[in-house]
């Protein structure tokens, strides 16, 4: 079905407009591509940006102004939240000297690679110059994050140390694993697994004494 829809754009000419007008008209696949990306998203259907809000747009990551014939190229599509995609991100594709996108493109790439989250600021740093500019395109620092960061942190070290009491007592077990799976599956997540990627010589330092067994514990189980 893409592939058809891809043909018309390139039969009107293969121009931004036409891949527009295409696209505003293409109710059916849009339909299936946004359940499948809902059906792949983390948690309540977060935002595959910020991981925070509701994921309510398809945004097409090389975007349509940049490359018309991608409009309907399945692994092109993201699901991101209105303010994401409208407030922040937008026609933005920087792109290098030789033309490489200078954005992590997380269907094929481990942001991790790119970027560094300061647990206690709440705020990202990055590791490379694609690290730098998805900070600025996507407005990943920008304060209403930032500040859900953080609360974000305080929450999982305590849903941390209640996993692993009840991790200490066999009749719990269930309990435990449902605890582990709402922290999984909550907001802003991002914030679990930089925990668990600690460098273990600083974990005590950066969540505490009294959340580090718990830490020890969680990536024995479920790993970094
Ligand atoms: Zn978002």
Known sequence: MLQNWTGRV???????EAARTEWTAAKAPKRHVKALLESMAHGAVRCMYCDDSRGTDIDHFQPLAVAPLRAFVWDNHLLACSFCNSN????AY?????????????TVEDPAEH???????????????K???????????????????????????SNLRDWH??????????EADRVAQALLDSPFVDIVHAMARLDPGLAATVVGKRTVAALELWRSVYGS
């Open 94 to 106: 920087p792109v290098d000297a030789d033309g490489v996108c200078l954005l992590v493109d997380p």
């Open 165 to 174: 009491g009840l991790q200490q007592d066999d009749d719990d077990g269930l």
């Open 115 to 129: 970027l560094f989250l300061m647990l206690h600021s709440g705020l990202y740093s990055h590791r490379t110059a």
């Open 131 to 157: 690290g730098e500019h998805t900070i600025r395109v996507f407005g990943l620092n920008r304060a209403d994050l930032v500040a859900g960061r953080k609360d974000a942190f305080c929450l999982a070290c």
């Open 10 to 16: 390139q039969a009107a000419g293969a121009t931004t």
């Open 88 to 91: 922040a991100k937008r026609d």
